[in-house]
């Protein structure tokens, strides 16, 4: 019942900038951890950023300092700033939340999470 749809994927040059939403339909509780993945074709899926409530916030050393996870719970939405792209963040990013409000160093286990959006491309071109 739950779901969740991204959006706002595409193609840069590298160096450039891109925001992805994530809006969320169904009974997706405000207090559910939200993250983003990233998978490129024939790679194993890996935890971009993830956030909770309180706005307490992890990335993956790849991208700390350029990506930034935020959400408003009016709007159902969760966001994916990424700036100084490089031609690594290509990937199709996806959007899932968890049933429960804190996973701790656990975040970026793709396991752990109860629904996802189809994704949204990001090709970041050299």
């Known amino acids: 019942r739950e779901h969740l749809v991204e959006s706002g994927g595409g193609s840069v040059e590298a160096g450039g900038s891109l925001q992805l939403s994530c809006v969320a339909s169904?009974?997706?509780?405000?207090?559910?951890?939200m993250a983003w993945f990233r998978q490129g074709q024939g790679k194993e899926r890996e935890g971009v950023a993830g956030?909770?409530?309180?706005?307490?916030?992890s990335y993956a050393d790849s991208v700390k300092g350029r990506f930034t996870i935020s959400k408003d719970n009016s709007k159902k939405t969760l966001y994916l700033q990424g700036d100084s792209l490089k031609p690594e963040d290509t990937d199709t990013y996806y959007c899932a939340a968890a049933e429960v409000s804190w996973l701790g160093s656990r975040w970026s286990d793709d396991a752990l999470y109860n629904f996802w959006g189809q994704g949204t491309r990001v090709t970041v071109s050299s």
């Open positions: 956030i909770d409530n309180d706005g307490r916030a």
């Open positions: 169904g009974y997706v509780d405000s207090t559910y951890y």
